[in-house]
C-alpha cells in the first residue's frame, strides 16, 4: 500500500493506491468525516462488482452508507441525474454532516463530486476510483462536472475531495479496452512532465505505475488548483481536440481516453507546428498510443464536419482566443498564444 499527498489550495488529503486498499476504507474515513449518513454513487457496471465491498468496509467502521445507482455511460453526466443524486439524498436524510463516496470511473467520479460539491452547499466528497483514467487521472485533483447539450464538462466545480482509495485490484475487472483507455492519460503525463514513463508503459506493478502518476498530477494541481495560472492547464494536452471529437461522436463511438488519443495526435502536429517538437517525437508518442490499440486516426465514416463547431464551444477558450497547451519537446508543455484555429484545423484534417 502507497500514499501520495496532495495539497491544492486549503485542501490537503491523501491518495492510497495499491491491492486491497478497498478494506481499510472505512478506517481511514473515521477522522475525515462528521457524520454517519454517506451516499454511496455508483453505475450498474460498478454497484454490481463494487458496492458490496465498499458498503461492507464503510458500516465496519461505523458508518451508514445509502446507496445510489446511476446508468452506466457518459449520458449519465447530466444534470439531470446530478438532481436525481441531490433528490436521492435527501430521500435518505442526507445533511451537511453527511459524505458522498464515488465508486467508478470517470463518469461517477464527476457526477457524484458535483453533486457532493452542491448539495447543502457542499459536503465532503471520497473518490474510489475503479477504472485505470480515474486512478491516475480524473480522481485528483477536484475538478467536477457534467456536459450541457453545448459542450463537455461545462456545468461544475472544483470541490477537492477528503480521501482517495485506488485499489488497483479493481482494474481486473476491466475489458481490454476500458483498461487500454487509461494508458492514454498515462502517455499524456509523459508528453507533458515526465519522459522516462514511456519507458514503463509495460510495467507489470501498477501499483507503481498509478503512484508515478497521481504524483505527477498532484504536483501540477497544487501549482494551480484553479486553472487559473496556466500551469494546471497543460493536464489538457489532448483534450481541447479530444473533447471535440467526443462532442462530435454524441459520446457514444469512442470512449474518452480514445477520444483524448486521436486528440493528442493532433497536438503534436499543431506542436511540430508552432513549438518546435522534433518528428522523431511526434512519432514516439503515436507509436506509444498505438501500442494500446488507441486510435490515431478517425474511423471511417465519422462526422468530421462536427467537430470544429465542437471545438469552438469549448471552455478552453476565453474571450474567443485560443488556449492550446503544446508540447516543444517530451517533457515539457505550455500554453501556447500563436496556435491559430487554422492550425487546429488542418491537424484535424490529418486525423
Keep these: 500500500m502507497r500514499t501520495i499527498s496532495v495539497a491544492a489550495g486549503g485542501a490537503a488529503y491523501q491518495v492510497v493506491v495499491g491491492a486491497g486498499a478497498l478494506t481499510s476504507l472505512g478506517e481511514r474515513l473515521r477522522n475525515l468525516v462528521r457524520g454517519p449518513l454517506c451516499a454511496m454513487v455508483a453505475d450498474t457496471h460498478t454497484a454490481a462488482l463494487f458496492a458490496s465491498a465498499v458498503g461492507d468496509s464503510l458500516r465496519a467502521a461505523g458508518f451508514e452508507p445509502v446507496a445510489l445507482t446511476v446508468p452506466a455511460g457518459e449520458t449519465s453526466k447530466s444534470l ?9 439524498m435527501a430521500a435518505a436524510g442526507l445533511d451537511r454532516s453527511s459524505f458522498v463516496v464515488a465508486v467508478g470511473g470517470g463518469v461517477v467520479g464527476d457526477l457524484a463530486g ?3 460539491a452542491i ?18 487521472d480524473s480522481s485528483i485533483g477536484g475538478k467536477t462536472a457534467v456536459n450541457s447539450t453545448c459542450g463537455k464538462n461545462l456545468l461544475g ?10 485499489d488497483v485490484e479493481t482494474l481486473r475487472s476491466l475489458p481490454r479496452r476500458e483498461l487500454h483507455q487509461g494508458f ?14 514511456f519507458e514503463m508503459l509495460a510495467e507489470t506493478d501498477l501499483t507503481e505505475l498509478v503512484c508515478r502518476n ?16 496556466g500551469e494546471r492547464a497543460v493536464l489538457n494536452f489532448g483534450h ?26 493532433a497536438a503534436c502536429e499543431v506542436s511540430v507546428r508552432r513549438a518546435g517538437l522534433r518528428e522523431e517525437e511526434r512519432q514516439k508518442v503515436v507509436q506509444a498510443l498505438a501500442s494500446f490499440g488507441l486510435p490515431t486516426r478517425l474511423p471511417a465514416g465519422f462526422p468530421r464536419e462536427a467537430i470544429l463547431p465542437a471545438l469552438l464551444r469549448d471552455k478552453k477558450f476565453e474571450q474567443g482566443q485560443v488556449r492550446f497547451v503544446v508540447t516543444p519537446r517530451l517533457g515539457e508543455a505550455h500554453l501556447a498564444m500563436n496556435v491559430t484555429l487554422e492550425d487546429i484545423t488542418a491537424a484535424i484534417a490529418l486525423l
Excluded at 492514454?184 to 514513463?197: C, F, N, R, T
Aim: proline share 4%.
Design 240 to 265: 481541447t481536440v479530444g473533447h471535440a471529437i467526443e462532442r462530435a461522436a454524441e459520446y457514444g463511438t469512442l470512449l474518452h481516453g480514445e477520444a483524448v488519443s486521436l486528440g493528442m495526435v
Design 214 to 229: 497521481v504524483a505527477i498530477k498532484a504536483a501540477i494541481v497544487a501549482r494551480d488548483e484553479q486553472d487559473i495560472s
Design 157 to 166: 466545480a472544483v470541490h477537492q475531495p477528503v480521501l482517495v482509495v485506488a
Design 114 to 116: 458535483f453533486a457532493a
Design 119 to 136: 448539495y447543502h452547499r457542499g459536503i465532503p466528497s471520497v473518490q474510489v476510483p475503479t477504472t485505470l483514467l480515474a486512478q491516475v
Design 80 to 88: 439531470e441525474q446530478v438532481g436525481l443524486v441531490c433528490d436521492g
Design 184 to 197: 492514454a492519460e498515462i502517455i499524456k503525463h509523459a508528453v507533458i512532465a515526465d519522459p522516462s514513463l
